[in-house]
């Protein structure tokens, strides 16, 4: 089964390059860039060190369905509110 | 910024005074200072160590695999007959050789780029860090690429995993077909007076083969650990 992630949309938020984000959870760059692509399944001790870098849950980062898009997610949260 | 620039300006002096044999050939064989190298080396050593990211250009080293592993076995037969002794030195010698370059093959996968060293180890640009830092972070990747200290990361560990079991999925079949193929040539060639010594060696290969084959279940079977029961709250 593959998991989806929004590592590329949060290193963009942060404007943190996939060398900075490897070195600080102990993996190649090239892993990052295989993660954010979809093309390998982190192990879960890797999603979850992944998730403790960015302050979030681990299902706020990794998902086993599709994301919906963050721009969509606020558009609905604001309807809520209001 | 204008120091900058005047480096730059200097170093492509630097680069015109020197002579052909250094500006294509020798710089890869010297020790690299960060003074040594002018742009155009950079830029050659930038783009030589992107050469197996592609995955094209990685398909087409696997396939010349081939040819040099023919050319391997047609240079050790000739001399075998020549010489046995000089036959087990060249096969060995060329064993070695190959072994290196699949050795480098296999740690180029797992090395991290020079740019992305850049950003690790200074935290900046490889463009924008100074020659005597760019030198040192190439010193390091060619060093880490020799003695072969490369980070076996967890997606690094799997590929490898999965590669080596689709090479025995292959190996297999193919030490079958080989093992068939060297029983009919031991059994039905014209080889009358030394047809029970092949048959001998049919048999140690035969064996040799099995032991192989078999290897995987045998360490599994030495490695797994007892099932674990069910807990004493959950069983009746």
Not at chain 2, 167 to 185: C, E
Not at chain 2, 189 to 206: D, I, K, M, N, Q
């Amino acid at each position: 089964m593959s998991l989806h992630n929004r590592i590329a949309v949060l290193r963009a938020e942060k404007k943190l390059s996939r060398a900075t984000l490897a070195s600080s959870v102990g993996v190649n760059p090239q892993t990052i860039g295989f993660l954010e692509r979809g093309d390998y399944t982190p192990s879960l001790e890797l999603a979850f060190k992944i998730a403790e870098h960015f302050g979030l849950p681990v299902e706020a980062v990794f998902s086993p369905r599709p994301f919906r898009t963050l721009s969509e997610q606020v558009y609905k949260l604001h309807k809520r509110e209001a | 910024m204008n120091n900058v620039n005047t480096n730059e300006v200097n170093m492509n002096d630097v680069n015109r005074e020197r002579s052909w044999f250094w500006r294509k050939i020798g710089f890869w064989f010297v020790p690299v200072r960060a003074e040594t190298l002018g742009p155009e080396e950079w830029a050659k050593v930038r783009k030589m160590s992107r050469t197996g990211k592609r995955r094209t250009r990685r398909l087409l080293f696997a396939l010349l695999w081939v040819p040099v592993l023919v050319c391997e076995i047609a240079v050790s037969l000739r001399v075998v007959r020549l010489d046995p002794w000089a036959g087990l030195m060249s096969t060995a010698w060329l064993t070695v050789l190959l072994g290196l370059w699949v050795r480098s093959l296999r740690i180029g996968f797992a090395q991290v780029s020079l740019e992305d060293r850049a950003v690790m180890e200074y935290g900046a640009q490889f463009d924008a860090l100074k020659e005597k830092q760019r030198g040192e972070v190439f010193q390091r990747a060619v060093r880490d690429g020799l003695f072969g200290r490369v980070k076996v990361d967890e997606h690094e560990a799997e590929r490898r995993l999965q590669a080596q079991a689709a090479a025995y999925r292959l190996l297999g079949p193919a030490l079958v077909a080989f093992i068939t193929g060297y029983w009919g040539v031991c059994l039905f060639g014209p080889f009358e007076a030394t047809r029970s010594a092949l048959a001998v060696t049919a048999v140690v290969v035969t064996w040799l083969a099995a032991l192989v084959l078999a290897a995987p279940t045998m360490i599994r079977m030495w490695t797994q650990p007892d099932e674990p029961g069910e807990t004493a709250a959950v069983a009746e």
